[in-house]
């Protein structure tokens, strides 16, 4: 046999080749860690930051690869028909197509992209160049491609542009993966997840209501002492007349060091000692506030409604409690309201946050309704229940202990073992 009669088999097999590179560089620009290659390209690798725009333009890329690989192995199936027609005749074609579909599914797909996912980056990288070359010279073809997508996305009314995942979802996506490999531990995953809560909650989830803030009367000059030595708080809230009527902040610190001998001080010094209030809208999120407690290096804002009312008080700890969980010093008695009874009830202050009742008790509660226990329960029964009473929702079993006039102070709830998640 003469070289010439080899050619068609040189060819079919470096056909093959080809086919195995565009199915390997699919494979591994896919799969490849987008952070690892972002921190060479900040290093000044020139392949990876080709790398990273094949991945920035990923639908060119992958319509470019599938075009070519297409091509090569319909090129590499007509060459190898003809080879064999010659030999076997019109059985010829029965016998290449049960070749070349071997030939074509273990050295052109299976291998090179089992390949390409154990050595992804790698293999990412060293194709980067061609691939860049490739793109580029199939230009023209994606756009043909791109206006017959978006022609077929018309037809069958198909929203393409929210097709896709927002980062932060493929995120959580991401931690809950780990978190069911068991390479993340729950509290570790909670953590992560409520740093990416931050900027979807607004303040109002978190603050803590007007009612509960610990405040100084500064008609009351002869009670200041003792309540600052009562207290755990080193910034204290003053009013005048009426408790939402806040005048600013003291800093305990500062009227300690001003009182006299006999333990008093003057309205005057008092007054000296006031910081400025900050008051920021209900509306605010979490992560804006986080950021401007770092910039103006303050730990206390007030929050007011659209009216400019009070409605709250939020704090630098409180964001970051709601990140960590609650953190106790010496002088915290109870943690953040909850009492267990035993193993599946509960006393719960009404005033308690949603927020956390779900992280402390792994349920699952609507935080859109209510940002307390008391407003949820008054949200779903639509009524101000009275002491005594009980409800189910979801499973759980709540029952009004106490009430302090129109406001509901102590719940009882009662969960089932399948209310847990």
């Not at 509960?212 to 009670?223: D, P, R, V, Y």
Request: proline residues 2%.
């Amino acid at each position: 046999m003469e070289f010439t009669n080899y050619l068609p088999i040189f060819y079919i097999a470096i056909l093959i080749v080809i086919s195995g590179m565009f199915s390997g560089s699919e494979t591994s620009v896919t799969s490849v860690n987008r952070s690892k290659i972002h921190k060479l390209a900040n290093k000044g690798d020139r392949k990876a930051k080709k790398l990273l725009k094949l991945i920035d333009n990923k639908n060119d890329l992958i319509s470019s690869i599938l075009v070519g690989n297409n091509i090569v192995n319909i090129l590499a199936s007509v060459l190898a028909t003809a080879v064999l027609i010659e030999y076997f005749g019109s059985d010829g074609i029965f016998y290449s197509t049960l070749v070349m579909t071997c030939l074509i599914v273990i050295f052109a797909e299976v291998l090179p992209k089992n390949i390409a996912l154990i050595k992804a980056d790698r293999f990412a990288l060293f194709f980067s160049t061609p691939l860049t070359i490739f793109v580029k010279i199939f230009y023209p073809i994606n756009l043909i491609l791109k206006f017959l997508n978006h022609t077929t996305y018309k037809i069958f009314g198909i929203d393409h542009k929210n097709s896709t995942n927002s980062v932060t979802e493929d995120i959580r996506n991401m931690i809950d993966m780990h978190e069911d490999e068991g390479d993340l531990h729950k509290d570790e995953s909670e953590m992560i997840n409520a740093i990416l809560d931050l900027k979807e909650i607004t303040v109002e989830k978190i603050m803590t209501h007007r009612k509960n803030i610990f405040s100084l009367n500064l008609n009351e000059t002869k009670k200041i002492y003792s309540t600052i030595a009562s207290s755990s708080f080193s910034r204290i809230p003053v009013w005048k007349d009426d408790r939402n009527n806040i005048l600013g902040i003291i800093h305990a610190k500062n009227i300690l060091s001003n009182l006299d001998d006999d333990g008093k001080i003057s309205l005057e010094k008092v007054k000296q000692g006031i910081i400025k209030p900050w008051f920021i809208p209900e509306t605010t999120k979490v992560k804006d506030q986080l950021n401007e407690f770092i910039k103006r290096k303050e730990k206390i804002a007030f929050v007011v409604d659209e009216y400019g009312e009070l409605m709250g008080l939020i704090s630098l700890e409180d964001i970051i409690e709601e990140i960590v969980g609650n953190i106790f010093d010496e002088k915290d008695f109870s943690t953040i309201g909850i009492r267990r009874i035993n193993e599946n009830q509960y006393r719960i202050r009404g005033d308690v946050n949603i927020r956390d009742i779900n992280r402390e008790l792994d349920l699952n509660l609507s935080e859109n309704d209510a940002s307390t226990l008391a407003g949820y329960i008054i949200f779903k029964t639509e009524a101000l229940p009275e002491v005594g009473q009980t409800f189910k929702f979801d499973n759980i079993v709540y029952e009004i202990l106490n009430k302090n006039k129109n406001q509901i102070t102590q719940i009882k709830i009662i969960l089932e073992k399948s209310t847990k998640h």
